[in-house]
């Protein structure tokens, strides 16, 4: 299964009566292992939790901490760009060359790299002289 067709299966199971708009993300680990997860709301905060965070709260409970490709899938108009929270997320367990995939359910494709979804990322270089 392609890592879309992964993304696009657990967006089926996305928890958003809030926003109505599902989304779905699936990363694969350097060693072929992949995780998935979708976005799941809740009532006192209504826009809950990413898709890209709950791919990888599940790479983290399975034990793999890198991520070597990752991909979101959402039916939007147009590729949805991760949220500031998820950048810095994967950011975290993604090299800066790492290819972020964002699809849309009706076929549009956008590839992008980490670096430049975030750029000028605060890494823990940053907090050398602490
Ligand atoms: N959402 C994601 O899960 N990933 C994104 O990249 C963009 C937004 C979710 C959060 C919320 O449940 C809904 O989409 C609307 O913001």
């Given at each position: 299964m392609t890592l879309r067709d992964a993304a696009a299966q657990v967006r089926e199971n996305a928890y958003a009566p809030y926003s109505r708009f599902q989304v779905g993300a699936a990363l694969r680990t350097p060693e072929g292992a992949v995780h998935v997860g979708c976005n799941v709301e809740n009532v006192?905060?209504?826009?809950?939790?990413?898709a890209e965070a709950g791919a990888i709260a599940a790479m983290c409970a399975a034990g793999d901490r890198e991520i070597a490709e990752i991909c979101v899938i959402a039916d939007s108009p147009e590729p949805v760009p991760p949220c500031g929270g998820c950048r810095q997320k994967i950011a975290e367990f993604a090299r800066p060359e790492v290819v972020v995939t964002l699809c849309t359910t009706d076929g549009k494709e956008k590839r992008m790299t980490v670096a430049e979804l975030l750029p000028g990322v605060f890494t823990q270089a940053h907090m050398a002289r602490t």
């Open positions: 006192a905060y209504p826009e809950g939790t990413c």
